[in-house]
């Protein structure tokens, strides 16, 4: 019989900065791009690819390699999305959409990202790396992630349970055997859901909840609530691969650094916020209409 623990269950954190640029800060830097096909003299790059009259330089593919390689991804096909790119952006300014109030408001929306996350960036890059003896409490501190470290098979239901019908799926899930148990039930009672499965270190799970997982045995469930109803994970099973002090050293000391820099960035926008004079219209005084915006949080050390 599974035993059933309640929790939440997301995805891994966002770091402090992360790395994907959104599409319209992508057309921003294409679109208000200097015209380098009309520059005289030599290009002050290299010149990797030409485009109708339009060339491509080796410092556009270099960012382009670096933003992907900062997110895991790989740089493979890097020119070719530039290329593809550069004849849209030409078509788009052929239809002087560069002119469009709707886009030019977007580059005034995406300036103002740009220059708050360049300020933050610069405000946070002093931030001194941790000693030897901060590393080595981290790594005692969370023998889930390292000396315990496990890889976690689980199967994942995401249910569109009504509100007032969670605490009958709790105790459904409590009293069943087994997960196939909980899906003929779901099934019986025309309850939709969504079966995924997936394979996890344990660094790719939320920091907050990695100990509830780390004290799961093998077909143990966990459920907590969403936005669209409940999410019960199945532990399917699990094996431990340990990660050493030596091995685990760089990740710690970028986790320890990103939680740095978090902490000094929130700090910096209270100051800020402190110091300036904010008024606001009576529209947007309510609660919920206006928010101070948050310092994106440290990642989970990988």
Not at 10 to 27: C, H, K, M, N
Not at 265 to 276: Q, T
Not at 284 to 292: L, M, Q, R
């Given at each position: 019989m599974s035993s059933l623990e309640r929790g939440?269950?997301?995805?891994?954190?966002?770091?402090?900065?992360?790395?994907?640029?959104?599409?319209?800060?992508?057309?921003?830097?294409?679109?208000?791009?200097?015209?380098?096909?009309?520059?005289?003299?030599?290009?002050?790059?290299d010149v990797v690819a030409k485009v109708n009259e339009q060339e491509i330089q080796a410092n556009e593919l270099n960012s382009v390699a670096a933003r992907a390689a900062s997110q895991g991804a790989t740089e493979t096909g890097a020119l070719e999305r530039l290329i593809d790119q550069e004849l849209m952006v030409q078509q788009a300014r052929e239809r002087r959409l560069d002119r469009d109030p709707r886009v030019l408001q977007s580059f005034e929306a995406a300036q103002r990202e740009i220059l708050a996350r360049a300020y933050l960036e610069q405000v946070t890059e002093q931030i001194p790396p941790p000693g030897d003896a901060e590393i080595s409490a981290f790594h005692a501190a969370h023998p889930e992630l390292f000396a315990r470290r496990r890889i976690y098979s689980l199967q994942e239901l995401e249910v569109r349970v009504p509100v007032e019908r969670f605490d009958e799926l709790e105790r459904v899930s409590a009293k069943a055997a087994g997960v196939d148990e909980v899906k003929d039930w779901l099934a019986r009672e025309r309850i939709e859901f969504r079966v995924t499965t997936a394979v996890k270190p344990a660094e790719q799970l939320p920091l907050e909840s990695l100990k509830g997982f780390a004290r799961m045995k093998d077909g143990q469930m966990v459920l907590s609530r969403t936005g669209s109803g409940a999410l019960l994970v199945h532990l399917v099973t699990s094996r431990e691969q340990p990660v050493d002090l030596a091995t685990a050293r760089p990740m710690i000391e970028r986790y320890l650094v990103n939680e740095?820099?978090?902490?000094?960035?929130?700090?910096?926008?209270?100051?800020?916020?402190?110091?300036?004079?904010?008024?606001?219209?009576?529209?947007?005084?309510?609660?919920?209409?206006?928010?101070?915006?948050?310092?994106?949080?440290?990642?989970?050390?990988r």
């Open positions: 939440a269950f997301s995805g891994p954190f966002s770091g402090p900065f992360p790395g994907a640029i959104p599409a319209v800060l992508l057309a921003v830097f294409l679109l208000n791009a200097c015209s380098k096909g009309e520059a005289e003299g030599k290009p002050a790059f740095r820099k978090t902490a000094l960035a929130k700090a910096e926008v209270e100051r800020l916020r402190d110091g300036a004079r904010i008024e606001y219209a009576p529209a947007a005084a309510t609660p919920n209409a206006v928010a101070p915006a948050e310092p994106p949080r440290a990642s989970v050390p």
